[in-house]
C-alpha cells in the first residue's frame, strides 16, 4: 500500500496553512513517506494476530472499528489522510478484504486548537482574565481519558475553591499531575501531549526496559492514592 499512498493525489495546503502534525495522529500518507517500514507499526502492527487460515503473522493489519450501533459501519483506525476524496476510495480499496467496501464518510485533516497553555493558563485560568478557566483539549492535553481527567479536576479544584477548602494538586507522579505540569512549564515550541510516563519525574533507579513501565505505574498508583486519601475530595468514597 505503501507506494500507492505515495503517489495518490492529496489535497494541498492553503498559503496560510502550517502543516505540524501531531505524532500521535499522523496522515497515513506522511508515515509512508517515513520509510519502507512504518507502515507496519503504531496501530497497524499485528500484536497477537495470526491468520487463522495459514497460522502466519501478517506483515501489517488495519483495525476495523465499528462505528454505529448495527455494526454495519466501521472505521479505519489510524488511516488519516489528506488524500483526494477519489483516492481514498480507490487506495483503501486495495486492502485486501476491502476490495468492495462502500465508502459512507471520507476522511478529512482536522485542525486542533490549543492554547500555549504555560504562557496563557495559570492553573487552567487565563492570567489575563481571571475567573476564566479552561479545560480539555484546548489546554493541550490530547485525547478521551486525558481531556475528561482535566475538566474532572479543574471541577474538583473551583469546587474546593468556591467552598474555601484547600485541595493540592496531584502529585507530580502520577499522570494526571504530570499532565497539569506539562501545561504549566514553558517550552519552546508548546505541543499537546497524551498521558505518558516521560511526564512525571525519572524514576531514579536504573531498570530493565521491560520493568520500567510497570515500576513507573506503581509509584504513580501509589502517589495518587496517597494523594486521594489526603485530599478532601466530594464524591471520594466513590472515587476511590
Ligand atoms: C478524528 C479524531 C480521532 C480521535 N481519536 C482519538 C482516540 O482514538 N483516542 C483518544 O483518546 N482521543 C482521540 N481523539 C482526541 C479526542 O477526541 C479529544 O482529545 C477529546 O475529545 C477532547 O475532548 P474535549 O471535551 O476537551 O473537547 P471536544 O471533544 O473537542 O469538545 C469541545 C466541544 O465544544 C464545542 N464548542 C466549540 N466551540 C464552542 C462554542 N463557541 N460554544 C459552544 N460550544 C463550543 C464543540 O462543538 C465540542 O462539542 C481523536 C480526535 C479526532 C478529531
Redesign the pocket.
Known amino acids: 500500500l505503501r507506494q500507492p499512498l505515495l503517489d495518490a493525489d492529496k489535497v494541498s495546503s492553503r498559503d496560510f496553512e502550517k502543516e505540524v502534525h501531531f505524532e500521535g495522529?499522523m496522515p497515513i500518507e506522511t508515515l509512508a513517506e517515513r520509510g519502507e517500514e512504518t507502515l507496519a507499526f503504531g496501530p497497524f502492527k499485528p500484536v497477537g494476530l495470526t491468520d487463522p487460515r495459514t497460522g502466519e503473522r501478517p506483515f501489517a493489519v488495519v483495525q476495523l472499528r465499528v462505528e454505529n450501533q448495527a455494526g454495519t459501519a466501521y472505521n479505519l483506525v489510524g488511516c488519516?489522510t489528506k488524500l483526494k476524496y477519489g483516492e481514498q476510495e480507490r487506495v483503501f480499496r486495495m486492502i485486501p478484504g476491502l476490495e468492495n467496501a462502500q465508502f459512507e464518510r471520507l476522511g478529512s485533516v482536522?485542525r486542533n486548537t490549543f492554547v500555549n497553555a504555560p504562557r496563557v493558563l495559570k492553573d487552567l485560568e487565563f492570567s489575563a482574565r481571571p475567573g476564566v478557566y479552561l479545560?480539555?483539549?484546548?489546554t493541550g492535553?490530547?485525547?478521551?481519558?486525558?481531556?475528561?481527567a482535566?475538566?474532572l479536576w479543574l471541577g474538583l479544584a473551583l469546587g474546593a475553591k468556591l467552598a474555601k477548602e484547600p485541595l493540592a494538586p496531584p502529585p507530580p507522579e502520577s499522570v494526571l499531575g504530570g499532565l497539569l505540569n506539562h501545561l504549566a512549564v514553558e517550552v519552546k515550541n508548546f505541543q499537546p501531549s497524551?498521558a505518558n510516563f516521560g511526564l512525571t519525574p525519572a524514576l531514579g533507579k536504573r531498570a530493565k526496559k521491560r520493568d520500567r513501565k510497570r515500576l513507573f505505574a506503581e509509584r504513580a498508583r501509589e502517589a495518587f492514592m496517597r494523594w486521594l486519601g489526603s485530599a478532601e475530595i466530594p464524591g471520594k468514597k466513590i472515587t476511590s
Open positions: 495522529s488519516q482536522h479545560a480539555g483539549q484546548i492535553v490530547e485525547g478521551y481519558v486525558e481531556s475528561a482535566c475538566g497524551n
